[in-house]
C-alpha cells in the first residue's frame, strides 16, 4: 500500500511560490503590474503628439516615441511582465526577475557613473533604485532553487 492512501498519512501540500516573495517584492510587484498599463496609455499619447513624463533607472523622457522613451516603456513593459509572471508563480518568473534586476543596475550604473562624464550639463547623482534592485537581485537568486522544486 502507498503511503499516500494511508488513512493517518495526509499528503504535504506544496507551499505557494508567492510565500517565497518577501512583502517588499509583493508590493512593488502591484506597483509594477499597475504601472505596466501606462505603456500602451503613454504610446497613443505619444502618436497624438502628447507629451509624458517617463523616468526609470536614471533615464528621462518627456516624448514616449523617442529613442530614450520607447526604451523607458521597453523597461516599464518588462517590469510589468515580470511582476505578472511573479504573481501568477511561473516557472520563467525567476529567472526573468534575476535578468530585470541585472537591467536595472547596469542602467543605474551607466547613469551615474559614464553619461556624467559625457555631458556638461549632469553631474554625479546617486541613484536609489540601487538600494532597491541588489537586493532585489539578491533574493532572487536565493529563492531560484526553492521556486524551481515547487
Known amino acids: 500500500m502507498s503511503q499516500s492512501n494511508h488513512p493517518n498519512v495526509q499528503a504535504k501540500e506544496p507551499a505557494s511560490r508567492k510565500s517565497l516573495l518577501p ?34 533607472y536614471g533615464v528621462q523622457s518627456k516624448q514616449p516615441i523617442s529613442l530614450k522613451g520607447l526604451l523607458l516603456l521597453i523597461f516599464f513593459g518588462l517590469k510589468g511582465v515580470v511582476a505578472f509572471g511573479l504573481w501568477r508563480e511561473q516557472d520563467w518568473a525567476i529567472d526573468a526577475a534575476i535578468i530585470d534586476a541585472i537591467i536595472g543596475i547596469v542602467v543605474c550604473l551607466l547613469m551615474m557613473l559614464i553619461v556624467p562624464l ?3 550639463s549632469s553631474g554625479f547623482t546617486f541613484r536609489l533604485e540601487l538600494l532597491l534592485l541588489i537586493p532585489y537581485l539578491w533574493v532572487m537568486t536565493n529563492i531560484k532553487g526553492a521556486w524551481n522544486r515547487s
Not at 27 to 37: A, D, G, Q, R, T
Not at 39 to 56: E, F, I, Q, T
Open 118 to 120: 559625457f555631458s556638461k
Open 23 to 56: 512583502t517588499w517584492i509583493k508590493v512593488f510587484v502591484w506597483i509594477f503590474m499597475l504601472l505596466s498599463f501606462i505603456v500602451p496609455v503613454a504610446l497613443v499619447m505619444g502618436l497624438l503628439g502628447m507629451d509624458v513624463d517617463l523616468a526609470l
